[in-house]
Nanobody, 126 residues
Framework: DVHLVESGGGLVQAGGSLRLSCAAS????????IGWIRQASGKEREGVSC????????YYVDSVEGRFAISVENAKNTVHLQMNSLKPEDTAVYYC???????????????????WGQGTQVTVSA
């Protein structure tokens, strides 16, 4: 069975940093594409980053480019999302998700995912 468990969320002041982690089981990262998606209260889900299974290429939406970094820690089968220079508009529940189709490319906005974690809350105060 595939399982994804996020951790690392919390409350931080604007300009601060957090590192989210997503511990995966049931597959390896050279098989599935992994993405981070967030959902702010009252808004639709927004994909923010993904890492392709084929060559580990990383992709970001414009609003987080240069501030967020996605990475894989293969020894622990864990994906991280390092978030720096956080802004109040980054406040959301953050989910990691896996796309079993994999491949050498992913689109952080439009990749469709097959498995989801439970989410972790990130709150950025002004």
């Amino acid at each position: 069975d595939v399982h994804l468990v996020e951790s690392g969320g919390g409350l931080v002041q604007a300009g601060g940093s957090l590192r989210l982690s997503c511990a995966a089981s049931g597959f390896t990262f050279d098989e599935y594409t992994i993405g981070w998606i967030r959902q702010a209260s009252g808004k639709e889900r927004e994909g923010v980053s993904c890492i392709s299974s084929g060559d580990g290429s990383t992709y970001y939406v414009d609003s987080v480019e240069g501030r967020f970094a996605i990475s894989v820690e293969n020894a622990k089968n864990t994906v991280h999302l390092q978030m720096n220079s956080l802004k109040p508009e980054d406040t959301a529940v953050y989910y990691c998700a896996a796309d079993r189709a994999g491949g050498n490319y992913c689109d952080p906005k439009f990749t469709e995912y097959d498995y989801w974690g439970q989410g972790t809350q990130v709150t950025v105060s002004a």
